[in-house]
């Protein structure tokens, strides 16, 4: 079964605008990770978040936790047309924290109009 | 240049066939897995190895078989078992007790 479940399915929005997804999960994690996938392609890592922390940032992005509610959310600030994509959360699949693999939700496919 | 190669691109499977899926790292990474991605889908984890040869089941790993007999290498094989293999395949690798993965570029297998 999928442990997490990312919202909305869709997003499509204009350039320069801010993008907001959202992932909700069912189990207590030691960390949350956000990847993208481009048409077609692998995964590619964009941040991980630990249950200790609330807030994490890296570039563009802005990652949220909270463990209270079993949810996350990625802020992708100034879209581009690059941005275009699909975005997973992905959380630990057994208790070994990730290491032994990684459970997906079905992803937000975001699309940024010029 | 790092990274994780993963061959053919696209591969056509016959009824009753077995196709083996080739995943090679040159990341030094101790641990290897397998996910399968299946249109509009999240990925589902099928194998993962965090030592040369060892390996453990997924969630969805009936009908499918790996080996690891060496640190870069974690060959997949689909086999006649697996009544529903059209999927996009996705092989990942990351080090000892690391959480990130590092992901190859896939291979689409298709059903003749």
């Known amino acids: 079964s999928q442990q997490g479940e990312e919202d909305p399915q869709a997003l499509s929005i204009q350039e320069g605008e801010n993008a907001t997804m959202n992932c909700s999960y069912k189990t207590s994690i030691n960390n949350l990770q956000w990847y993208r996938q481009n048409s077609g392609r692998g995964l590619v890592h964009l941040i991980l978040?630990?249950?200790?922390?609330r807030e994490k940032h890296s570039g563009r992005l802005r990652v949220t936790l909270d463990t209270s509610k079993k949810s996350s959310s990625l802020l992708i600030t100034a879209s581009r047309a690059a941005d275009t994509a699909s975005y997973f959360c992905?959380?630990?699949?057994?208790?070994?924290?990730?290491?032994?693999?990684?459970?997906f939700g079905k992803g937000t496919h975001l699309i940024i109009q010029p | 240049d790092g990274g994780i190669t993963q061959s053919p691109k696209y591969l056509f499977r016959k009824e009753g066939q077995n196709v083996t899926l080739s995943c090679e790292q040159n990341l030094n990474h101790d641990a290897m897995y397998w996910y399968r991605q299946d249109p509009g889908q999240g990925l589902r984890l099928i194998y993962y190895?965090?030592?040369?040869?060892?390996?453990q089941k997924g969630d969805i790993a009936e009908g499918y078989s790996v080996s690891r007999e060496k640190k870069e290498s974690f060959p997949l094989t689909v086999t006649s078992a697996q009544k529903n293999p059209t999927a996009f395949y996705l092989c990942?690798?990351?080090?000892?007790?690391?959480?990130?993965?590092?992901f190859g570029p896939g291979t689409r297998l298709l059903v003749l």
């Open positions: 190895s965090q030592i040369v040869n060892d390996f």
């Open positions: 990942a690798s990351s080090n000892a007790g690391q959480e990130t993965q590092y």
């Open positions: 978040i630990r249950s200790n922390e």
């Open positions: 992905a959380t630990p699949a057994y208790s070994g924290g990730g290491a032994d693999g990684l459970t």
